[in-house]
């Protein structure tokens, strides 16, 4: 028995991507132009996939700000938080991120991942019952199953489906956490926040909400989800990753519980693991200085999300939630959507292709992420390419 026979349905089906055109998975971008053109070879792209939500991956402060942290304290840190990684930009990041959100505390990691890792695995055990909705992030199921707690789903969106499972558990005297995000990363939904605090704080359970793809974008202030429903005192952590909004790469956790700082020498994902870079950490700040001295930006990116949205939805694609940053288009099967992926990139428009099993109800979706950064005349362009290309398909299927 080979040690990678239990991934031949996985390979099988991969396969049958690659035989339909380009891998999906391995597009290299031989130059990035601006944060939403990119070169593969000889021919410019729209990059309509990026996460790049706010455009500041090229913004001149954050640059400057990276090659400042490179070459005050070198390449990398060489170590964990707890060990010799704590640098002097890592407290001052915790500080402002705590300040910016209003809570006590914050907490950076590597990752975004890393941060479900510590938050979830890290102050749930087996004495503890995490509730997740079932169509959070693999990052989330991984903690979970790391916790070592009894893991319940309830369904996506659903604060009754919520509150009859936290109904059979009231007896129980373990610990609940309640999971779930703002902004889900596929369809481009958000979270109803305020009718699941009012389940929690009636079964006493603690809330945690990860606003990754939130947080930059929703809010008078940028702050996700929580703040533009007006609950976030009432959201027991909060976290997120530097790797959207903030153009960068990282993850954080925030909050007001009392002894929420004794992650750091609980979590593992936080112990055991090198800390991010200097010029990583400067960037991060600079482009949370961005957030607060551009609102504009938010402005852009909402004008831009209802554009591309209206035009496709215009154009009679399926799309699978109102207009948010992210709009995901409903291609029916696998196969049609990698098809379809691979003509869009052929006609210079570069999206995600999102199959099963990583998406909810085995939806097979391109996902578009939008950036404040791309200018009227992109967002057209990639509404007349998806057009294109529709048009295409279906003259080739009324021809057979």
Aim: some cysteine.
């Amino acid at each position: 028995m080979d040690l990678f026979d239990k991934f031949k349905p996985i390979a099988e089906a991969y396969a049958g991507l690659r035989a339909i055109g380009a891998d999906p998975f391995k597009v290299a971008f031989d130059r990035i132009v601006s944060p939403t053109v990119g070169m593969i070879g000889n021919s410019e792209v729209v990059l309509a996939g990026t996460n790049n939500y706010l455009g500041l991956t090229f913004d001149p402060n954050v640059i400057a700000a990276a090659q400042k942290g490179a070459a005050e304290f070198g390449a990398g840190t060489t170590g964990s938080r707890i060990a010799n990684g704590t640098y002097s930009p890592h407290k001052l990041l915790e500080e402002e991120l705590a300040a910016h959100f209003g809570l006590d505390q914050a907490i950076v990691f590597t990752t975004g991942y890393q941060a479900n890792l510590a938050v979830v695995a890290g102050l749930a055990g087996p004495q503890d019952v995490v509730l997740i909705d079932a169509d959070c992030h693999a990052s989330i199921y991984d903690a979970c199953k790391l916790s070592g707690a009894q893991i319940v789903r309830f369904a996506h969106n659903d604060p009754a489906s919520l509150d009859r499972r936290l109904s059979r558990l009231d007896r129980d005297a373990s610990n609940k956490m309640v999971i779930t995000e703002g902004l889900y990363s596929m369809f481009g939904d958000v979270a109803p926040l305020a009718e699941f605090i009012e389940v929690k704080k009636r079964h006493n359970a603690y809330l945690v909400v990860d606003e990754a793809h939130s947080f930059g974008v929703f809010g008078p202030n940028g702050l996700g989800l929580a703040e533009a429903e007006g609950v976030l005192a009432d959201c027991d952590i909060l976290v997120g990753t530097f790797s959207k909004s903030l153009a960068g790469i990282g993850g954080f956790a925030a909050s007001s519980l009392p002894q929420f700082d004794l992650l750091r020498v609980a979590a593992r994902a936080y112990m055991f693991t090198a800390s991010s870079s200097a010029a990583s950490i400067e960037a991060t700040r600079a482009a949370l200085r961005e957030i607060k001295a551009q609102p504009k930006l938010r402005d852009q990116i909402w004008s831009n999300a209802k554009r591309l949205h209206a035009g496709l939805a215009g154009a009679g694609f399926k799309l699978c939630a109102s207009p948010s940053p992210v709009i995901g288009v409903d291609m029916g099967d696998p196969g049609k959507a990698a098809a379809f992926w691979n003509a869009l990139l052929a006609e210079g428009v570069y999206v995600n292709l999102a199959i099963p099993p990583g998406t909810p109800n085995s939806t097979s979706l391109l996902r578009c992420s939008v950036s404040a950064a791309h200018t009227p005349d992109q967002i057209d362009f990639i509404v007349e390419r998806f057009t294109t290309v529709a048009a295409r398909f279906a003259a080739a299927d009324a021809a057979e």
